[in-house]
């Protein structure tokens, strides 16, 4: 049988859900962190999971993912990863039609113009997820100010968005897609108006609820999960996908395309565990 390694972090204190049930429908998968030696061509495959610590160490986690894909497969391939990790990939997607938050970036020795400080607006950086260095702010240009320069300080592309105020009330859908084909959505209620805790000390705490997603919304995932196919041609029918949109009174928006290492909400959805495992199973035919 073959050996799959579903890559974790040792920074995590118990095993994450997702992971949990992955290895319940796989029981051909075990887990291994991604910051611990060990002798990755010893798998048949790798899969990219709850890898979340590396956000401070990119450069050596993509490093160990060019490492590891040298020696055996890695999904998602390491072009897409290398891609995904940076927000400037939405400024791409927006180029090729699909709609996408107003998203402006700010390189470390640019300045923001002062009419993107104004107003009730997200300042987060780049590269990031589990909503660290993620901040709301309401009409305080000198707060948004500071929070561009606590970014650039520690060397991070800033990136300006207006808060999308819908998310209060309906959240944010994620649609995942696994094998290439839409599997569920999940709701995941707003973060950035509710005081964060990042108790587990890796990501902020989400209120996740199973979801239905819209005919929109699947139209405007399968736009998002196209285009990207265009411009990276090693993404097309990729093993796992998720597609986090906002909705707005124009239909819904791309906030964040996640191929890296996405929770998959598989305990929301009759049948997902499942799937996401014959997803990976295919790739070994
Ligand atoms: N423009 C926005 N409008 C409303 N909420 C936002 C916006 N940007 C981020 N958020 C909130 O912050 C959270 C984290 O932002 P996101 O862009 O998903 O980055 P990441 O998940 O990679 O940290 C989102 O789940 C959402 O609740
Ligand atoms: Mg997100």
Do not use: C
Request: aromatic share 6%; no cysteine; hydrophobic share 50%.
């Amino acid at each position: 049988m073959a050996r799959i390694a579903l890559a974790t972090t040792a920074a995590l204190i118990d095993v994450d859900v997702d992971d949990a049930a992955l290895l319940a429908a796989l029981p051909e998968a075990e887990l291994a962190a991604w910051e611990t030696p060990t002798d990755w061509a010893a798998y048949d495959l790798v899969v990219l999971r709850s890898t979340w610590n590396y956000i401070d160490r990119l450069d050596e986690f993509l490093g160990w993912a060019e490492s590891v894909a040298a020696v055996t497969r890695l999904v998602n391939p390491v072009p897409v990863i290398r891609w995904n990790t940076d927000k400037r990939y939405l400024a791409q997607l927006e180029a090729a039609g699909v709609p996408v938050v107003p998203s402006l970036f700010v390189a470390p020795g640019e300045q923001p113009p002062d009419d993107a400080l104004a107003g009730r607006i997200v300042v987060k950086p780049a590269v990031g997820n589990g909503s660290n260095g993620a901040a709301l702010l309401d009409g305080d240009p000198t707060a948004a100010a500071a929070h561009v320069a606590m970014l650039h300080a520690a060397g991070r592309t800033a990136l300006i968005q207006p808060y999308l105020e819908q998310v209060d009330t309906l959240g944010e859908k994620a649609l995942v897609h696994l094998g290439g084909s839409f599997s569920h959505a999940a709701t995941k209620g707003a973060i950035l108006s509710k005081e964060m805790s990042f108790s587990t000390g890796v990501y902020a705490d989400e209120e996740i609820s199973p979801a239905t997603a819209s005919d929109a919304e699947i139209a405007v995932a399968r736009a998002v999960l196209d285009a990207t196919a265009v411009l990276l041609p090693d993404a097309a029918d990729l093993a796992y996908a998720r597609v986090d949109l906002l909705p707005t009174d124009d239909g819904p928006v791309l906030l964040e395309l996640e191929l890296t290492e996405p929770s998959l909400f598989l305990t929301q959805a009759d049948g997902a565990a499942d799937r996401a495992a014959a997803a990976i199973r295919d790739l070994l035919r």
